[in-house]
Nanobody, 119 residues
């Protein structure tokens, strides 16, 4: 059974940093794309970043380019989201997700972790 478990959220002041982790288990993810999404209160869920597990190609939303970095640790089966220069508008629940490389739909989702950025 596939499990994605996020951790690392919390409260930080504007300009600060946080690193989110997503521990993946239950299958081999070498043919998968891992993504981070976020949802703020009253807003739709939005794409933040993704990484192709095998090969490491990365993609970012324009709103986080230059501030966030997605990476993975194959040995730990974990995906990270390093978030720097945080802004109050980055406040949201951040969720990790996984989809097959040739699919458009994310099949697996974590429970999410709250990130709150104070001004």
């Amino acid at each position: 059974q596939v499990q994605l478990v996020e951790s690392g959220g919390g409260l930080v002041q504007a300009g600060g940093s946080l690193r989110l982790s997503c521990a993946a288990s239950g299958r081999t993810f070498s043919a998968y794309v891992m993504g981070w999404f976020r949802q703020a209160p009253g807003k739709e869920r939005e794409f933040v970043a993704s990484i192709v597990w095998s090969g490491g190609m990365t993609y970012y939303a324009d709103s986080v380019k230059g501030r966030f970095t997605i990476s993975r640790d194959n040995a730990k089966n974990t995906v990270y989201l390093q978030m720097n220069s945080l802004k109050p508008e980055d406040t949201a629940v951040y969720s990790c997700a996984a989809r097959k490389l040739m699919s458009n739909a994310y099949d697996y989702w974590g429970q999410g972790t709250q990130v709150t950025v104070s001004s």
